[in-house]
Structure formats: C-alpha cells, structure tokens
C-alpha cells in the first residue's frame, strides 16, 4: 500500500502535461508535387538519343507529333509500347533542357468505342 503512495507522486512528476513555455510556430517549407496527366501513343525511339537520361520513349498524339518524352524506373513503358495510354507522373529536365515526363502511373485508354 505504502508502494502506491508514491507511485501516483512520482508518476504524475514524469509525465507532466502542462506546457512550461510557450509553443514556437515553426515555419516549414512544403515541397509541392506536382503530377501530371498526358494521353497518347507510347513509342519506342531508341536510348540513342538521351543515353545518359535512360530515356527511350515518346509519347505521340494520334497523328504522330511528339507530346513528351517518357521515362520510368521500371519496364511499365516497354509493356504498353503501341498503345494509347494516359500516364501521370512528375516533369522533369534533360541535361540538355528538354522537359520528359518521370511516369508513375500508366492507364491504358479503351479506343474499342
């Protein structure tokens, strides 16, 4: 019994919950991720071209034009090769300046209509 008296004492002194100061706002900075959504046909153009950026895809629009280059982490892109897909993901640069698009997410678009 004696243990319980100073248990409740010692208990409450560590695990006070009273603030002793005031709260400081401290004032971060969020990183916005932006994701973007394009639609097209998923083309092969070799790693030729952006050898050093791994980029070896294009996506075109129905009659052929060029919309962006495309990259991924995985093979995602080689699986709907010739396809017409919507893919999401996050804008990036070449070395050289150009923007390509860093997919995340492939939808492949259902053209049976």
Known sequence: ????????????????????????YVETEEIETLVNFR???VSFMGADFYEEEGIEYVLSDSDGK????????DEKLSIVEGLFVTVSGQMRKTFGGEDYLLVEEIIIDNDSD
């Open 1 to 24: 019994m004696i243990f319980f008296a100073f248990a409740i004492p010692i208990r409450t002194y560590f695990i006070n919950k009273t603030l002793t100061e005031d709260e400081q």
């Open 39 to 41: 639609s097209g046909k």
């Open 66 to 73: 060029d919309i962006i280059l495309l990259k991924a982490e």
